[in-house]
Each structure stands twice: as structure tokens, then as C-alpha cells.
């Protein structure tokens, strides 16, 4: 299983025991990016830990009362499996940042690892995710959930001042830009309302950041992005790419991500090439944007049910792309990111920043007024506490496989072979592409 796992790490180590006649074992795959896998004793036991987390003490303090429960009450991106002696348990944080899936295969073996391909070595049919937030337990072959209560709610909106929430989340962002983001990262910079918002904060702290861009050749959003990083006074350096290169670098982005879903492989290849030049640039740590479409009402669809009058069933979908975003935004991006010797901190997924957002009001994030629609109302209004150009703040949401060209090259090369184009990204599954971080 390690052997097959090689993108989580080139460096493996594994611990076996007995429990109640059971042999356990727990293996890990330890990567150049991350100094935060490994392995812990913890009295009779060990947990192997994948991730970080923005506070180290009290992290300590929780394997050491032997209490896995309360790693899940803390800020970070992580998941963990330990061996007790009732079995092997295993947890994610609660909005699901690390990947980590359970299933089980022949000779009656049931199992956890971070990659699908992991399971798929000893057999095992439809490999699901360790749900967000939740301790699942192995024994008897079964899997069981035994800890539920840090999985997230959607809770009760409140009332809160335009002008406190905006202090609050530039607040929060600074909290965890300071504690989870080093010096010198990577920022994937689209010149975007999020990625703007994330490098002059990451300024501000003195991370010391360098802007990275991608496009395809002459995408007028690559002159957009280096106008916004003159303004702010940041290095910016610009990939750009052909649609040759995006073809070609299918058959591995597909072998990463471990998906053939065409929305997310159409996102995923431009973090792909950001994270590529990250790695080239001698970068440890690529800074994303992810979750703030989701907290914040970025998407066209929470527009378009709020404009028919529905504010309720706005706030339901913006909870469920909420939960859905381990799936499509996390895992594929921290696959991507680790396979090329890369952590990736995503502020906005900071949990009391999380917390707070969900409170919020949903006309602070979706504004309508009159016939004009804002998404991401509060954020903008941040954005000009910034100091941030006016072309930032009014900037609509644009999909990065949309802003990047990206899909425009997946459609018109689909069209070409004839295929629609979940035909097109499909037929390059069972394509093993080049390991990159390999070369690197």
C-alpha cells in the first residue's frame, strides 16, 4: 500500500502490533513538503499524523491524554490514524483539508489510507472518504463512526453590523496568515477578489510572499494580474502555457486528483502548473484561496436562486457546496500540492474563520439591490478596506478553468476527437503520467 502511495512521499515507514489477536499496521509516507508527518507514541499507543495544525502545544497535550477526540476541536488541516486496543481509528479535521479514505478487500483486510490507489492494492471495491470531522473506528472488519460531535453544523444566522463583520474576517485572516502561512510562500494569484485579499494580507504579516500566475498565452486576466501586483508591491512571476501542455498534462493531473470528473479536473490543471512553478521557484508552500466562493456566495447558482426571491433555499446551497468542498476542492488540491513537494494553506479554511462565516447573514454575502446582484459582498467591502484597486474590489467571480483558458482548450480538443468532454477527460484514466516531483 505505501509502495503504491508514492505521491504522498518517497520516504515510508509503517508500525505493527497485536490488538485482541489482530495484527495492526500503520504506515506513512513522509514527503520533502511536510515536517508534520510521522509518528507520535502516546502511552500504549501511536498515531501517525498527516498535516498541521496553527497551535503546536495543545497539540501535544491531546496525544498525550490519549484523548484523538479533541485533535478534531483544533484549527488545522489534518488527518491521523492510531492503533488502540480495540482497533485501528483514524480522523480528518472538520471541513476535510487532508484526504484519507477507508475500505475493504480481500482476505477479509479492511484499511485506511490517503490515496484511493492505497486501497485499490489490497482489493478494495469503491474506497469512500473518512467523513469531515468524524472518528471512524476499523474492528471486525467493519467500520464504525464513533465520534461525530465535531463534524460542522450549519448554525443560526446572526445579526451582525456590515462594518464588525469586516473587521472580524480581516481579523481572522490575519490570525491565520500569521500561524499557518511561513515565510516566503507561494500564492496562487489570479489578481482575483480572493487571491488579492490573500496576498495583501500575507504583505502585511511580512510573509514575504511571490505571486504566482497561469494562463494560457495571451489570456488578458495574466496583464490583469501583474497591473494588481505592481499596485500591491509584490513579486509576481506568469506561466503561461499552450494548449498543447494542458493535453499533455491530463494524463497525470487525472492520476493525481484520482478522478475523472471534468469539473474538477478542469480546475485542477491550472493548480497544477502554479504548484509546478511554486516547486521550480524553491517554495514549500502554495497559498489558495479555496472555501471563500463557498463561505461567502461566490458561485452563479447562489445568485441566481436568491434573484427568484428564495433566500432560504440560498442559504441551504451554500451549506451543502459548504460540505461538499473536502471532495472537489480540497482533496484534488492537496494531492496536486504534496505530489509536487508542496503543503497548501488555504486561509479561509482557518475553522473560526469558518465558524464566524456561516453566522453571517446572507445579505452579507449575497446583495441584492435592485436589479444588481453582489456576490461575496462583505469580502468586497474588505477588499476596500485594503486599499485594494477598484478593478479588484469590482471584479466579477470568474472560474479559474474559465479565467486560465483552460476549458476553453479541454472543449475544443474534446470536440475535436468527438467526444463529449466527461468522454474526452475519461479516456485518459488509465494513463499513468509522468511523475513530476520525481524530475524535480
Known amino acids: 500500500m505505501l509502495k503504491a502511495m508514492w505521491r504522498r512521499g518517497t520516504r515510508t515507514q509503517s508500525y505493527i502490533t497485536r490488538a485482541k489477536g489482530s495484527c495492526i499496521g500503520i504506515g506513512i509516507c513522509e514527503s520533502l513538503a511536510s515536517a508534520s508527518r510521522g509518528f507520535h507514541l502516546t502511552g500504549n499507543n501511536v498515531?501517525?499524523?498527516?498535516?498541521?495544525?496553527?497551535?503546536?502545544?495543545?497539540?501535544?497535550?491531546?496525544?498525550r491524554g490519549e484523548d484523538l477526540g479533541k485533535l478534531l476541536e483544533l484549527p488545522g488541516a489534518f488527518s491521523f490514524l492510531s492503533q488502540t486496543e480495540n482497533g485501528l481509528v483514524a480522523g480528518r479535521d472538520p471541513i476535510g483539508q487532508k484526504p484519507l479514505y477507508h475500505g475493504s478487500g480481500s482476505e477479509d483486510i479492511s484499511a485506511f489510507a490517503s490515496l484511493r490507489e492505497g486501497l485499490d492494492r489490497i482489493g478494495a471495491e469503491d474506497p469512500q472518504p473518512v467523513p469531515a470531522g468524524t472518528i471512524l473506528a476499523c474492528s471486525g472488519g467493519g467500520f464504525e463512526q464513533v465520534d461525530t460531535s465535531h463534524q460542522l453544523k450549519k448554525p443560526?444566522?446572526?445579526?451582525?453590523?456590515?462594518?464588525?463583520?469586516?473587521?472580524?474576517?480581516?481579523?481572522?485572516?490575519i490570525e491565520a496568515v500569521s500561524k499557518g502561512v511561513p515565510e516566503r510562500p507561494g500564492i496562487a494569484f489570479s489578481g482575483g477578489l480572493d487571491s488579492a485579499i490573500v496576498a495583501a494580507v500575507a504583505k502585511e504579516c511580512g510573509k514575504?510572499?511571490?505571486?504566482?500566475?497561469?494562463?494560457?498565452?495571451?489570456?488578458?486576466?495574466?496583464?490583469?494580474?501583474?497591473?494588481?501586483?505592481?499596485?500591491?508591491?509584490?513579486?509576481?512571476?506568469?506561466?503561461e502555457f499552450t494548449a498543447d501542455e494542458v493535453v499533455?498534462?491530463?494524463?497525470?493531473?487525472?492520476?493525481?486528483?484520482?478522478?475523472?470528473?471534468?469539473?474538477?479536473?478542469?480546475?485542477?490543471?491550472?493548480?497544477?502548473?502554479?504548484?509546478?512553478?511554486?516547486r521550480e521557484l524553491g517554495r514549500k508552500v502554495i497559498v489558495a484561496g479555496q472555501m471563500s466562493d463557498e463561505l461567502f456566495g461566490g458561485y452563479a447558482r447562489f445568485e441566481e436562486i436568491a434573484a427568484e426571491g428564495k433566500p432560504d433555499d440560498t442559504?441551504?446551497?451554500?451549506?451543502?457546496?459548504?460540505?461538499?468542498?473536502?471532495?472537489?476542492?480540497?482533496?484534488?488540491?492537496?494531492?496536486?500540492?504534496?505530489?509536487?513537494?508542496?503543503?497548501?494553506?488555504?486561509?479561509?479554511?482557518?475553522?473560526?474563520?469558518?465558524?464566524?462565516?456561516?453566522?453571517?447573514?446572507?445579505?452579507?454575502?449575497?446583495?441584492?439591490?435592485g436589479e444588481k446582484t453582489a456576490r461575496k459582498?462583505?469580502?468586497?467591502?474588505?477588499?476596500?478596506?485594503?486599499?485594494?484597486?477598484?478593478?479588484?474590489?469590482?471584479?466579477?467571480?470568474?472560474?479559474?478553468?474559465?479565467?486560465?483558458?483552460?476549458?476553453?482548450?479541454?472543449?475544443?480538443?474534446?470536440?475535436?476527437?468527438?467526444?463529449?468532454?466527461?468522454?474526452?477527460v475519461s479516456s485518459f484514466a488509465n494513463q499513468q503520467g509522468t511523475s513530476l516531483h520525481k524530475k524535480l
Not at 160 to 173: F, G, H, N, P, T
Not at 256 to 265: A, G, L
Open 248 to 278: 499533455d498534462s491530463l494524463p497525470e493531473v487525472v492520476s493525481i486528483v484520482e478522478t475523472v470528473d471534468p469539473v474538477v479536473v478542469g480546475v485542477s490543471i491550472p493548480v497544477y502548473f502554479a504548484c509546478r512553478k511554486a
Open 315 to 369: 442559504t441551504e446551497e451554500m451549506w451543502r457546496s459548504v460540505l461538499a468542498a473536502s471532495t472537489n476542492d480540497f482533496e484534488p488540491g492537496d494531492k496536486i500540492a504534496i505530489s509536487l513537494g508542496l503543503e497548501m494553506r488555504c486561509p479561509f479554511a482557518y475553522l473560526p474563520l469558518v465558524g464566524y462565516a456561516l453566522r453571517l447573514p446572507l445579505s452579507l454575502k449575497v446583495r441584492i439591490s
Open 47 to 63: 498515531i501517525a499524523l498527516d498535516g498541521f495544525f496553527y497551535e503546536k502545544e495543545p497539540v501535544k497535550a491531546r496525544i
Open 156 to 173: 443560526l444566522e446572526t445579526v451582525v453590523a456590515e462594518a464588525d463583520a469586516v473587521r472580524k474576517i480581516q481579523d481572522l485572516l
Open 208 to 239: 514575504n510572499p511571490e505571486l504566482i500566475t497561469v494562463g494560457m498565452e495571451g489570456q488578458p486576466e495574466l496583464d490583469h494580474a501583474h497591473r494588481i501586483a505592481a499596485e500591491l508591491g509584490l513579486p509576481v512571476t506568469i506561466r
Open 377 to 424: 459582498y462583505v469580502l468586497r467591502k474588505l477588499a476596500a478596506r485594503l486599499r485594494l484597486p477598484d478593478s479588484v474590489v469590482d471584479r466579477p467571480k470568474k472560474a479559474v478553468q474559465y479565467s486560465s483558458g483552460v476549458q476553453k482548450v479541454l472543449l475544443k480538443e474534446a470536440k475535436r476527437r468527438k467526444l463529449s468532454l466527461g468522454e474526452f
